[in-house]
């Protein structure tokens, strides 16, 4: 899709506001934010101090704002639910950006109900009954063509995955020579979606190290702190690194979906465990190019063999070329839709 507005060749400077609420959310937007400030519109950012977050911005030096940590089980997120509504108005009345975007966040959504802005949310991830409630009232939604749900003509979609906006092969400095490690990324345990295995997670991620340092060098990356076993294989390097890890890796084994996806454009071969099945992962699956289990000890043992027969060469790992071939350019299509919905929003 292509629009063939340019506020920049306009002289006319948008105020644009992101709310950015994980990692994987800014290293979306991150250069579609550089382009927007090459153009120079002032670009502000509120973000959530969820792991790398906040050194990531200020890596890049730009202009934010903290909503602090979040909030853990219902009683808590119901309250920073609540908070995070009178902390999004109180920005946007002082800010009075142009345009806010998020990734996702119910926060600007609740507040697009009582106030007058043009809202654009993006996500990858078809969301459940309760998060549903959010999406009525956001002026468009983004989405990759995989996604599972219709939002009817607000809602738009490009060709490819999210991490397209930010990978490439040519991205990253691969090393042919050290790629001799499998490296495996565990979730936050919260953010698992076991049913009804969450007593043993830990024992059963014990199980699947002590099957992979078997094969071959194991490199961890884990939101949440593992047991002592675990401990001599956790990458003490910074987050913001985990990229050129995924790329130099022989194989990655991950809990992640969005780590699971990056491996994939990167064409390094994965093997996923996780109950998650949204839009993108069936799409990557049904391309070969992600291996997929569900979480449970049967599982964690089956990727250990799954492993060994992909470094072995029995698991034709397809190429994605032509995948990545036919993808839209994802940031030109968000920036496109941010000057389109200001134009519009404005006429």
């Known amino acids: 899709m292509e629009f063939s507005f340019n506020f920049a060749s306009n002289s006319c400077v948008l105020k644009i506001l992101f709310d950015i609420g994980h990692p994987a959310h800014f290293h979306f937007f991150s250069e579609i934010i550089q382009r927007l400030k090459n153009a120079n519109h002032d670009v502000l950012l509120v973000i959530r101090e969820k792991d790398c977050t906040r050194e990531l911005v200020e890596g890049q030096k730009l202009k934010f704002i903290s909503r602090g940590k979040g909030a853990g089980g219902f009683t808590g997120r119901m309250f920073y639910l609540m908070k995070m509504f009178f902390f999004f108005r109180k920005i946007i009345r002082n800010e009075k950006p142009d345009i806010v975007v998020s990734f996702g966040s119910p926060y600007t959504a609740l507040v697009r109900a009582v106030m007058k802005f043009p809202l654009i949310l993006g996500t990858d991830a078809e969301p459940n009954k309760t998060e549903r409630f959010f999406f009525k009232w956001p002026d468009v939604i983004i989405t990759p063509d995989s996604f599972q749900h219709d939002y009817g003509e607000k809602h738009l979609c490009f060709r490819g995955t999210k991490e397209l906006a930010y990978l490439s092969k040519d991205s990253i400095m691969v090393n042919p020579d050290s790629q001799d490690y499998v490296l495996v990324r565990f979730v936050e345990h919260g953010a698992l979606h076991y049913k009804g295995l969450r007593h043993n997670y830990m024992q059963m991620r014990e199980q699947l190290i002590g099957g992979l340092v078997e094969l071959m060098s194991v490199q961890i990356s884990s939101e949440e702190n593992l047991s002592l076993s675990m401990q001599p294989y956790v990458i003490d390097e910074p987050s913001d690194l985990l990229h050129t ?103």
């Not at 995948?323 to 000057?339: K, Q």
């Open 245 to 347: 890890k995924i790329a130099n890796a022989r194989i990655v084994v991950t809990e992640s979906a969005t780590v699971a996806a990056e491996a994939a454009v990167l064409g390094v071969p994965v093997i996923m465990i996780s109950s998650l099945y949204w839009g993108y992962i069936r799409q990557l699956e049904s391309l070969g190019v992600i291996i997929k289990r569900e979480p449970g000890m049967d599982y964690y043992t089956e990727a250990v063999t799954l492993a060994k027969s992909v470094m072995d060469g029995k698991v034709e790992y397809p190429d994605i070329q032509e995948f990545l071939d036919e993808a839209d350019d994802v940031n030109h299509f968000v920036i496109s839709i941010i000057e389109k919905t200001v134009h519009e929003w404005k006429s």
